[in-house]
């Protein structure tokens, strides 16, 4: 038998579609810094998972509710940084991937857990450090939508 390559379609069908731009948000005090420095965005330990893995989204205006950065399980505000990465610029994405592809690898009990609050949807992760494209105060809409919600 001999080998085929794949028709194009095929072969771009097996490569998870990433956004052009993906979107990790931080607080000022501990996430933003490092960050700034280095201009990457590292892989933190995910006590929860027992994983390193970075977490990035497509939603440019940050819901901590969607991605799960509420304070129920954090000690900060999460949404005060936004870091926006551009994967395609990189070889390999740099191993950024959509969260329903790698939720396959998680133990279902802790996957459950994970997605049971938020939009998984909007959840893109990495094991591997993804150099940074912007790093900026979170937009000012976000700000807004806060203040006219604690009003
Ligand atoms: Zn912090």
Redesign the pocket.
Same mark, same amino acid.
């Given at each position: 038998m001999t080998a085929r390559p794949a028709p194009p379609a095929r072969a771009a069908a097996r490569k998870p579609i990433v956004p052009t731009t993906l979107y990790h948000y931080?607080?000022? !005090?501990?996430?933003g810094p490092g960050i700034a420095e280095r201009l990457k965005v590292i892989p933190a330990r995910q006590p929860f998972l027992g994983r390193t893995l970075a977490w990035f989204t497509d939603m440019d205006t940050p819901d901590p509710w969607a991605l799960g950065l509420t304070n129920a399980f954090?000690?900060? !505000?999460?949404t005060q940084v936004r870091v926006a990465v551009r994967p395609h610029e990189w070889r390999d994405l740099c191993g950024i991937r959509p969260w329903w592809t790698y939720r396959r690898t998680v133990e279902p009990v802790l996957r459950e857990l994970l997605e049971e609050v938020g939009l998984p949807m909007h959840w893109w992760v990495t094991d591997q450090p993804v150099p940074i494209a912007d790093i900026t105060p979170t937009p000012a809409v976000w700000a807004a939508r806060k203040a006219a919600r604690h009003a």
């Amino acid at each position: 038998m001999t080998a085929r390559p794949a028709p194009p379609a095929r072969a771009a069908a097996r490569k998870p579609i990433v956004p052009t731009t993906l979107y990790h948000y931080t607080c000022h !005090d501990h996430g933003g810094p490092g960050i700034a420095e280095r201009l990457k965005v590292i892989p933190a330990r995910q006590p929860f998972l027992g994983r390193t893995l970075a977490w990035f989204t497509d939603m440019d205006t940050p819901d901590p509710w969607a991605l799960g950065l509420t304070n129920a399980f954090l000690c900060c !505000d999460r949404t005060q940084v936004r870091v926006a990465v551009r994967p395609h610029e990189w070889r390999d994405l740099c191993g950024i991937r959509p969260w329903w592809t790698y939720r396959r690898t998680v133990e279902p009990v802790l996957r459950e857990l994970l997605e049971e609050v938020g939009l998984p949807m909007h959840w893109w992760v990495t094991d591997q450090p993804v150099p940074i494209a912007d790093i900026t105060p979170t937009p000012a809409v976000w700000a807004a939508r806060k203040a006219a919600r604690h009003a």
